[in-house]
């Protein structure tokens, strides 16, 4: 079993920049690749981007690429989401979710956060 809970959301302009953060707890909490994922009221729950276990390899969906960055630290049990030159269109409940595979279909993510709410003012 996997505790995740994010932090780190809040109101930012557009241009600016928010790190998020999902710790996680539970024995095997490094054994999982982690994803981020955020929706929008009215939209379908979208993949933003993954990180594997050791940390080494990334994976982003194109409309972030470039922008957000992920990372983790096994020591510290934590994830996180850097996100700059944020847009209106990135405003979204953001979901940490972990999973034993490698990919961004969220039916294939076995364990989810509670979200934290990302507002972008433009």
């Known amino acids: 079993q996997v505790q995740l809970v994010e932090s780190g959301g809040g109101l930012v302009q557009a241009g600016g920049s928010l790190r998020l953060s999902c710790a996680a707890s539970g024995r095997t909490a490094s054994s999982y690749n982690m994803g981020w994922f955020r929706q929008a009221p009215g939209k379908e729950r979208e993949f933003v981007a993954i990180?594997?276990?050791?940390?080494?390899?990334?994976y982003y969906a194109g409309s972030v690429r470039g922008r957000f960055t992920i990372s983790r630290d096994n020591a510290k049990n934590t994830v996180y989401l850097q996100m700059n030159s944020l847009k209106p269109d990135d405003a979204a409940v953001y979901y940490c979710?972990?999973?034993?595979?490698?990919?961004?279909?969220?039916?294939?993510?076995?364990?989810w956060g509670q979200g934290t709410q990302v507002t972008v003012s433009s």
């Open positions: 990180v594997s276990r050791s940390g080494d390899s990334t």
């Open positions: 979710a972990a999973r034993t595979g490698w990919g961004s279909n969220s039916r294939d993510y076995d364990y």
